[in-house]
């Protein structure tokens, strides 16, 4: 039998979820001809096609489908047992991608993500930035950071909270000058608001008391936009009031630039969660990042 050569498995597996040799190979940042030569190889020592592919069209066999499972497993456990040596000898390092949601970069992992590469230093970081729902594998995301209120579309992925974030009202001190003063939701109707999505159409604001007690008001936004630092320099410059996770806008509510609006309603929770793809293995870096968020990320969506 000839030899195995666990590179034909690892370029397998990567043309499979990148979803063709092209984007693989722009993923891995090595030549398209090394990956197909390994495909081929790994074809000829099966004695079976794995891919069919044109020039206009890329399909995984059945037998390719049925063979991505076992070579994604050994690319796996490959991974784990780098991953238990390199901890044994307290020797990390390598690279883990992140994506996570822009408000989340901005106000809860600069920190972390700094003194996590800090602590070490010999491992890499990529961060991916964005608001919209991504395919993990088709991606090449290790973990992802995602807010919501309800359940993850992706029941295949392994999912975890992290944290619970309140959201709140909040508006400049020096706001509104000469309007009525805000005690119950009802009052919200007479005043300006700033609201997060630029592309949701109905806006509502679900509150809730401390007491239980829900009000389902509708808002017509002076400002709408999908970055929360924005809406939070409106609302301090005294443009309105805006609903933002808690969390944001501590600072500002230390610094008297923010007053809560409203302090006891909030403005809805929602769950931060971390979404991984669903594997036997994980590299180190990877390991460690998804404890340090784990352990650190409670305290910095924490409102004190």
């Given at each position: 039998?000839?030899?195995?050569?666990?590179?034909?498995?690892?370029?397998?597996?990567?043309?499979?979820?990148?979803?063709?040799?092209?984007?693989?190979?722009?993923?891995?940042?090595?030549?398209?001809?090394?990956?197909?030569?390994?495909?081929?190889?790994?074809?000829?020592?099966?004695?079976?096609?794995?891919?069919?592919?044109?020039?206009?069209?890329?399909?995984?066999?059945?037998?390719?489908?049925?063979?991505?499972?076992?070579?994604?497993?050994?690319?796996?456990?490959?991974?784990?047992?780098?991953?238990?040596?390199?901890?044994?000898?307290?020797?990390?390092?390598?690279?883990?991608?992140?994506?996570?949601?822009?408000?989340?970069?901005?106000?809860?992992?600069?920190?972390?993500?700094?003194?996590?590469?800090?602590?070490?230093?010999?491992?890499?970081?990529?961060?991916?930035?964005?608001?919209?729902?991504?395919?993990?594998?088709?991606?090449?995301?290790?973990?992802?950071?995602?807010?919501?209120?309800?359940?993850?579309?992706?029941?295949?992925?392994?999912?975890?909270?992290?944290?619970?974030?309140?959201?709140?009202?909040?508006?400049?001190?020096?706001?509104?000058?000469?309007?009525?003063?805000?005690?119950?939701?009802?009052?919200?109707?007479?005043?300006?608001?700033?609201?997060?999505?630029?592309?949701?159409?109905?806006?509502?604001?679900?509150?809730?008391?401390?007491?239980?007690?829900?009000?389902?008001?509708?808002?017509k936004p002076r400002f709408k936009s999908d970055d929360m630092a924005t809406l939070k320099q409106a609302a301090s410059a005294g443009l309105g009031i805006v609903a933002l996770p808690a969390?944001?806008?501590?600072?500002?509510?230390?610094?008297?630039?923010?007053?809560?609006?409203?302090?006891?309603?909030?403005?809805?929770?929602?769950?931060?969660?971390?979404?991984?793809?669903?594997?036997?293995?994980?590299?180190?870096?990877?390991?460690?990042?998804?404890?340090?968020?784990?352990?650190?990320?409670?305290?910095?969506?924490?409102?004190?």
């Open positions: 039998m000839a030899s195995i050569d666990l590179n034909d498995y690892y370029y397998f597996v990567n043309v499979v979820e990148k979803g063709g040799f092209t984007r693989a190979a722009e993923a891995l940042g090595i030549p398209k001809s090394r990956i197909s030569r390994h495909i081929a190889q790994l074809e000829e020592r099966l004695d079976a096609t794995l891919i069919q592919r044109t020039t206009r069209q890329f399909k995984v066999t059945e037998l390719g489908e049925v063979f991505y499972q076992h070579a994604r497993a050994a690319v796996d456990h490959v991974a784990l047992a780098e991953t238990g040596l390199k901890r044994k000898k307290n020797a990390l390092s390598g690279t883990v991608t992140l994506s996570c949601s822009v408000g989340v970069a901005q106000f809860a992992l600069q920190e972390l993500l700094t003194g996590f590469m800090q602590e070490h230093p010999d491992v890499t970081v990529h961060q991916q930035v964005t608001n919209q729902n991504i395919d993990l594998i088709a991606a090449g995301v290790d973990m992802s950071i995602r807010g919501h209120t309800g359940p993850l579309p992706d029941s295949t992925s392994i999912q975890r909270t992290l944290a619970v974030v309140e959201w709140g009202l909040f508006t400049s001190a020096g706001y509104p000058p000469g309007r009525e003063p805000i005690t119950t939701p009802a009052d919200l109707a007479n005043h300006a608001t700033l609201a997060l999505g630029w592309q949701t159409p109905n806006d509502h604001w679900k509150l809730q008391h401390t007491s239980g007690a829900r009000e389902d008001l509708q808002v969390y944001t806008c501590r600072n500002e509510l230390a610094s008297g630039q923010l007053l809560r609006v409203l302090p006891q309603w909030h403005a809805g929770m929602a769950n931060l969660s971390l979404v991984m793809p669903r594997r036997s293995g994980f590299t180190a870096p990877v390991l460690a990042l998804k404890e340090c968020l784990q352990a650190a990320l409670p305290a910095a969506v924490a409102l004190a």
